[in-house]
């Protein structure tokens, strides 16, 4: 590869971003880790806008306020006009990892002041997929990250870690290697490390490219279901439930995402597609049979989605 041509690959990826999704956007702000994906994207965005670094610093490394100190002046050195960092606790759910990018995100969405862009690139794309696929989460984690999740912004899924890489050595940037990123303790590093390699040489190359045309394909695919099942969606309701008649019309994959809409509006948390087929069940094989748990449990309390009268409902009952 030309690394000579690395930062302007960079450029243009964010110049083309920013005309597609955010039109007469004139400021955006970047989270910054002052690993090289952020750091090289700071370095590209700062120079096309008006950009503020905002810095998450979760407190699980001895040194991580010096890492966020170290991540805030680079962000001034490279033209940001604002750089912040902002302290987070981290808590447990759902194991460290979702843990810390749940705090993060929360952090980011609170203190930004514009659209976010993030550093994610073609890899992470990838190795999001294989986490869906190995996990059985349905289409919707298959299909992967969506480059513009307002208000996040991910210019660089088409990009390879190795271009930001080469970039921060172009410009004479020294990014701070994250040591989770290569601690096998965690899942993703595992894919990083051991599986993908092991892929791309089973297979002779070529699939993270190929794991994130996946992810795009079915991502446009989802986005054409979804539209399918909000026009449906008012068809099938009654009152606070849904029509079991109006729903058995319905193409299954419209009628699953119908019944997905409806459990999470109605405070349904954790979804799963075993959970939401259980649910479809009630519809397609109506025996009689009990209701779908479709949420933890609350004050002693669970989300029940059950059929009564021909109609969808939840209810809350008490956990034994």
């Known amino acids: 590869?030309?690394?000579?041509?690395?930062?302007?690959?960079?450029?243009?990826?964010v110049e083309a971003f920013g005309k597609n999704y955010l039109g007469t956007?004139?400021?955006w702000c970047v989270a910054l880790s002052g690993g090289p994906?952020?750091?090289?994207?700071t370095a590209v965005a700062a120079g096309l806008a008006p950009t503020t670094a905002l810095i998450v610093d979760h407190g699980l490394q001895y040194d991580s306020a010096t890492v966020a100190e170290a991540a805030r002046a680079q962000a001034v050195s490279l033209g940001c006009v604002d750089a912040q960092v902002v302290r987070v606790r981290v808590g447990n759910e759902g194991g460290p990892e979702a843990a810390a990018r749940a705090a993060r995100y929360a952090a980011l969405g609170a203190y930004r002041d514009g659209p976010v862009l993030l550093g994610h690139t073609l890899d992470d794309q990838a190795e999001t997929v294989l986490l869906g696929l190995g996990r059985g989460s349905g289409v919707r984690s298959i299909a992967g990250m969506r480059p513009h999740d307002p208000p996040w912004c991910r210019p660089l899924l088409g990009v390879r870690r190795v271009v930001t890489l080469a970039a921060?050595?172009?410009?004479?940037?020294?990014?701070w290697q994250d040591p989770h990123n290569?601690?096998?303790?965690?899942?993703r590093a595992r894919l990083r490390l051991e599986v993908l390699p092991l892929l791309e040489d089973v297979l002779g190359g070529g699939v993270a490219e190929a794991l994130a045309r996946t992810a795009t394909a079915l991502r446009e695919d989802n986005e054409l279901i979804d539209t399918l099942a909000a026009q449906a969606l008012p068809e099938c309701k009654a009152d606070a439930g849904l029509r079991a008649a109006a729903l058995s019309a319905l193409p299954a994959p419209v009628r699953r995402r119908v019944i997905r809409g409806w459990l999470l509006a109605g405070g349904a948390t954790g979804l799963t597609d075993k959970q939401i087929r259980g649910v479809d069940a009630?519809?397609?094989?109506?025996?009689?049979?009990?209701?779908?748990?479709?949420?933890s449990a609350l004050r002693g309390e669970r989300l029940v989605a059950g059929r009564r009268d021909g109609v969808l409902a939840l209810w809350r009952e008490p956990v034994r």
């Open 182 to 187: 290569s601690d096998r303790r965690f899942t």
């Open 282 to 295: 009630l519809v397609t094989a109506w025996r009689g049979q009990g209701g779908v748990a479709v949420g």
């Open 25 to 27: 956007v004139d400021r």
């Open 37 to 41: 994906d952020s750091l090289a994207l």
């Open 1 to 13: 590869m030309d690394r000579q041509g690395s930062v302007g690959q960079l450029r243009q990826a």
């Open 168 to 175: 921060c050595e172009e410009l004479g940037l020294t990014a």
